[in-house]
């Protein structure tokens, strides 16, 4: 799983991983919360025009839904195949994100648990929030969304540094930097 705040290149990783492992020759399923799925579409939307107007309850409902689905219908299959499965947001995302809309994080955490398995590796991906908007707004314009809020992206920053378990990757090195340490944690992993 690879986890960070919005900007801070997960996506980009994700690729490079992907490919490097299939090169490799391994079976490789690259996936993302939320989904491309009806429900996953609704939470992009919401976020794009008024995340305000459901409450945080609501949000979660709508996240663990989608999680439900994505994980039975893409998750455990794929892994049930031997696939490696690299996934670009998790329940992690919803422990920071919709706790940080003063849902209870244990809570979130233990709910999402019961339905989506714990990763063998978890990559948090590091970024001050000022640098996270600066690149968000070189990539799409000046747009941002209801969850690209500076003070809730230094919040949020705060809970990804957290997570015990998790390797950090400072986001600030380039790119090749960045996915070098995260591959060699992989392989590490691996043996």
């Known amino acids: 799983m690879i986890e960070g705040i919005d900007g801070s290149g997960k996506t980009t ?6 490919d490097a492992l299939r090169n490799d020759g391994h079976q490789v399923t690259v996936t993302k919360e939320p989904t491309n799925g009806p429900i996953g579409q609704k939470i992009r939307d919401l976020a794009a025009t008024d995340r305000e107007s ?5 949000e979660f409902n709508l996240f663990h839904e989608d999680r439900q689905i994505h994980v039975n219908e893409v998750v455990f299959p794929a892994l049930k195949r031997g696939e490696i ?10 422990v920071a994100y919709q706790g940080e809309r003063g849902l209870d994080r244990d809570q979130l955490y233990k709910k999402s648990l019961e339905i989506a398995p714990e990763p063998d590796i978890l990559l948090v991906i590091d970024l001050p ?6 690149r968000i ?4 314009g000046m747009e941002t969304d209801d969850f690209e809020k500076l003070e809730s992206l230094q919040a949020i920053r705060l809970v990804f540094n957290e997570i015990e ?3 950090r990757l400072d ?3 380039n790119p090749d930097s960045v996915f070098a340490a995260a591959l060699k944690i992989i392989k590490k992993a691996k043996k």
């Open 13 to 18: 990783l994700q690729n490079r991983l992907a």
């Open 54 to 58: 459901i409450s945080p309850e609501e």
């Open 85 to 94: 499965v690299i996934q670009d947001r998790s329940y992690f995302s919803t």
């Open 129 to 134: 929030a000022e640098d996270a908007l600066v």
């Open 137 to 140: 707004r070189e990539s799409r």
């Open 165 to 167: 378990g998790a390797f």
């Open 171 to 173: 986001a600030r090195k």
